[in-house]
Nanobody
Framework: QVQLVESGGGLVQAGGSLRLSCAAS????????LGWYRQAPGNQRELVAT???????TYANSVKGRFTVSRDNAKNMGYLQMNSLKPEDTGVYYC????????????WGQGTQVTVSL
């Protein structure tokens, strides 16, 4: 089992930056791919970024060039650096871990709210 806790969300103006953190505990974090998802009110949860054990990353087209996903396996931490934020980035952000490399979704955090104002 892996437990995940996100932090770092908040209110920011458009064009600003936030860094989300995902603290993992339990056994096996270093075996799993890590994903960041977001869900805006009335929308389905969407995959924003993933990072595999070796550091290979993928991004949704909507965040490419603005968001950077990373992980520190020694510290059992994952990160999502979000720059040039837009109001449409608003939502609850979740980190998740799992064995499905394209869409890790076995273990979930509770989410952290990100609100981007004009």
């Amino acid at each position: 089992q892996v437990q995940l806790v996100e932090s770092g969300g908040g209110l920011v103006q458009a064009g600003g930056s936030l860094r989300l953190s995902c603290a993992a505990s339990g056994i096996g974090f270093n075996r799993f791919a890590l994903g960041w998802y977001r869900q805006a009110p009335g929308n389905q949860r969407e995959l924003v970024a993933t990072i595999l054990l070796g550091g290979l990353t993928t991004y949704a087209n909507s965040v490419k060039g603005r968001f950077t996903v990373s992980r520190d396996n020694a510290k059992n931490m994952g990160y999502l650096q979000m720059n040039s934020l837009k109001p449409e980035d608003t939502g609850v952000y979740y980190c998740a871990a799992g064995l499905r490399l394209a869409r890790p979704d076995e273990f979930w955090g509770q989410g952290t709210q990100v609100t981007v104002s004009l």
